[in-house]
């Protein structure tokens, strides 16, 4: 069973940065999409970056990290990474590795518990 571990986050001054790295366990075979939501207290789950596999993979940001994010994987360690520069308080969430594949008939959706990023003013 596939299993997702985030790890990297922690406590920033506004203007720094943090790195997050997700590690998959089990098979991830033809799980095709891999990145990173975040969620506020009180507020919906929101996507950050994710990375659609492909002869040309397509890079998707949400506006508001977009210039300040990158996401990046490496398939042949299972692992997806979240580099954050110039974090804002409004970067503050929990933020959540997300595999899943394009078809949600496949039934392929795997998230991990979270890590907090906590960005002070």
């Known amino acids: 069973q596939v299993q997702l571990v985030e790890s990297g986050g922690g406590l920033v001054q506004a203007g720094g940065s943090l790195r997050l790295s997700c590690v998959a366990s089990?098979?991830?075979?033809?799980?095709?999409?891999m990145g990173w939501y975040r969620q506020a207290p009180g507020k919906q789950r929101e996507l950050v970056a994710e990375?659609?596999?492909?002869?040309?993979?397509?890079?998707t940001y949400a506006d508001a990290v977009k210039g300040r994010f990158t996401v990046s994987r490496d398939n042949a360690k299972n692992m997806v990474y979240l580099q954050m520069i110039s974090l804002k308080p409004e970067d503050t969430a929990v933020y959540y590795c997300?595999?899943?594949?394009?078809?949600?008939?496949?039934?392929?959706?795997?998230w991990g518990k979270g890590t907090l990023v906590t960005v002070s003013s």
């Open positions: 997300n595999f899943r594949d394009y078809n949600p008939s496949y039934g392929m959706n795997y």
């Open positions: 089990g098979s991830v075979f033809s799980i095709n999409i």
């Open positions: 990375i659609t596999s492909g002869y040309i993979p397509k890079y």
